[in-house]
Structures are given as structure tokens and as C-alpha cells.
């Protein structure tokens, strides 16, 4: 069994999607962005204080290329995972690449004022409506899947069961 990485913009859904799919399908569900913390014993934020965001993105990566270890587990990446572009085709080699396509005033709705967020702290809304748009065209070029993320959580996970039926 082939994992399923999730991808998309802070706040689409990708943590709460991801353990309710991985509970209902009784998959092993993790968390990039906790394990990268659980591996470094530092923050999210820590890191990015420390070695910017060149140096969170080559532990990011690092962290990725670990998940090959497991087999069938549902992986929830962080939402800039796709700024080293070549971490979807490492995704969509070790599984599928899953993204959750929200809009991102619903995105931003849930994000404002998240200080374990560095990208939200230091951009405007207008800023983060930009890297969004930036962000969404790669999602989309590299996902092996769009889903739309709209609706409960047991909407879409119904809607990402289906679609990895159809999938294959």
C-alpha cells in the first residue's frame, strides 16, 4: 500500500483530513512539520529563527525522504513543501500526492494570528494572498489528485476515498 501525501496552503485542512482518513482507513497518520520538530527538538518557528528558510526546507526535505520507511501511512506535508518543487515528484514516487484546494479566504480565515506560523507573522494578508496564488499553480501542476476541501471533514474524506478508487 502506497502512502498518501497531502499537500496545500496553511489552513486547508491537511492535519484534520489527514488523521480522520488515516483513523477511518486504519492507516498510520503523520504529521511532517511534528516529526521535523520531534527530529531537530525545536519549533517550527526555532528553525526558521535559526537557519531561515533555505535551512527549514532542506530539513523539510530530509524529513520527506524518511517517510519511505512506511508503507500505507497518510502524510500531512507542511504547505510550503512544494517550494523545492522536486519534493512532489519525491511524494508522488513514494505514493500520491493529495492536494486539498481551498480558497483562500477560508484558508486565511483559519490562519490569522497563528504565531506557530512564520510565514503569517511576517506577511500581510495581502502578501500571503499572493504566495497562495504562487503556491496553488504548483500544487495543482504537481498533485497527482485535486480535491476540493470544501465541506465537513466527513465530506471530504468521503470525497478522497472516492477518489483514490478512481485513482487506482
Known amino acids: 500500500m502506497s502512502n498518501l501525501y497531502l499537500c496545500g496552503f496553511m489552513g486547508c485542512g491537511k492535519t484534520t ?3 480522520a482518513f488515516a483513523k477511518k482507513q486504519g492507516r ?7 516529526l521535523i520538530v520531534q527530529r531537530q527538538g525545536r519549533t517550527i518557528p526555532e528553525i526558521f529563527a535559526q537557519e531561515g528558510e533555505e535551512g ?3 530539513i523539510e526535505q530530509q ?3 524518511s517517510t519511505q520507511e512506511y508503507k500505507g501511512a497518510v502524510i500531512s506535508t507542511g504547505g510550503g513543501i512544494l517550494t523545492k518543487r522536486e519534493n512532489g515528484g519525491i511524494c508522488n514516487r513514494l505514493g500520491v500526492l493529495v492536494f486539498l484546494d481551498l480558497p483562500f479566504e477560508d484558508c486565511y480565515q483559519r490562519i490569522q494570528g497563528d504565531t506557530n506560523r512564520p510565514l503569517v507573522m511576517q506577511n ?3 502578501q500571503l494572498q499572493a504566495l497562495f496564488d504562487r503556491r496553488r499553480t504548483v500544487y495543482l501542476e504537481e498533485s497527482g489528485l ?3 476541501a470544501k465541506g465537513s471533514v466527513q465530506q471530504i474524506v468521503a470525497r478522497l476515498e472516492q477518489a483514490l478508487k478512481h485513482h487506482g
Do not use: N, P, S, W
Request: hydrophobic share 40%; glycine share 4%.
Open 17 to 19: 483530513i489527514g488523521q
Open 28 to 34: 498510520k497518520y503523520l504529521d511532517l512539520d511534528r
Open 56 to 58: 527549514f526546507r532542506a
Open 63 to 65: 524529513t520527506l525522504l
Open 124 to 126: 500581510t494578508e495581502e
Open 146 to 148: 485535486v480535491l476540493d
